[in-house]
């Protein structure tokens, strides 16, 4: 990475510890803390679902969502940073969150592209019912897509992607390489939401519904490297790309036909939609970059 500074391992005492750990597996380290950091916030409601801890009934889940989104990757990579960069390295970091030079293509994209692909994406499932449903809640668009797109940024977007891709991603395809890369934070990007389903606060979890959370996250993130990487890694289009995902999910779920068939409605409900969708988009980009992914390697690498 450019402007790295070389750290020297610490001397004098053979015990171990985070910052050896840190200097010698940065990206495992930051995993590492991501996962337990941010499972450790989400504990009490974990611990409240099985009657181990009274927790008050009016207390909103939405705090040990943004604790849990914050304590992990956020936090995680500014430790990281710090120990491998110093305080040059972190003010780096936070510098990304107001790249908003990328073109204005981008932020039309950002914000359009994730209600078209999936309005789209659900006609395999619902046919042309879905279509007739967009064009009679179009006011939705505003009521709840917009807004949605804007508070949503706080309940997670803001405090997942500055470790997730303003950390990890860059460093994972400058040592794996695009594809790779981004397959490794797919996958762990996908099992590192497993407590949200078991606390039930991303609904239920099955088989069915869990295994197409891991496949449309995983998609998505190929999706979200292309744009990363053809925006200069800004945070902004990431926090804001991240935040219409979740927005354009919440506006598919209120105009679902009444009428879907009792075949159908498992596989809507358990969130193929998405998977199939996010896995269809990804692919595209891929086929389009010819597995690129739009990265290019600096002279640092």
Do not use: C
Request: proline fraction near 7%; charge should be positive.
């Amino acid at each position: 990475m450019a402007g790295t500074q070389t750290i020297s391992k610490p001397t004098g005492n053979p015990m171990f510890s985070l910052r050896t750990m840190i200097i010698e597996h940065p990206l495992l380290t930051f995993f590492i803390l991501a996962f337990v950091l941010a499972w450790l916030a989400g504990a009490p409601l974990l611990l409240s679902k099985a009657g181990l801890l009274a927790l008050p009934p009016d207390l909103p889940v939405e705090l040990f969502l943004i604790a849990g989104a914050f304590a992990g990757p956020t936090l995680s990579a500014y430790i990281v940073t710090l120990v491998l960069e110093g305080w040059i390295g972190v003010r780096r970091l936070l510098r990304r969150y107001f790249q908003w030079r990328v073109g204005f293509g981008w932020y039309l994209f950002v914000f359009i592209s994730p209600i078209v692909a999936l309005t789209l994406g659900a006609i395999p499932f619902l046919g042309s019912s879905i279509l007739k449903s967009f064009s009679q809640n179009w006011s939705l668009l505003l009521s709840l897509y917009l807004p949605a797109s804007v508070v949503g940024i706080l309940f997670g977007p803001l405090w997942e992607e500055p470790g997730w891709r303003g950390f990890a991603l860059p460093r994972l395809q400058q040592r794996f390489g695009a594809l790779p890369g981004t397959l490794i934070l797919g996958l762990l990007w996908s099992l590192w939401h497993l407590p949200g389903f078991i606390g039930g606060w991303l609904g239920p979890f099955t088989l069915s519904s869990f295994s197409a959370l891991m496949l449309g996250t995983t998609a998505m993130a190929f999706v979200l490297a292309w744009v990363y990487n053809n925006t200069r890694g800004s945070l902004l289009l990431m926090i804001f790309f991240h935040a219409a995902l979740n927005a354009a999910s919440s506006f598919g779920g209120k105009i679902l036909p009444s009428d879907m068939s009792a075949a159908v409605r498992p596989l809507v409900e358990s969130g193929w939609i998405p998977a199939v969708t996010y896995t269809l988009w990804a692919l595209l980009v891929i086929l389009f970059t010819k597995g690129s992914l739009s990265y290019r390697r600096g002279p640092e690498d």
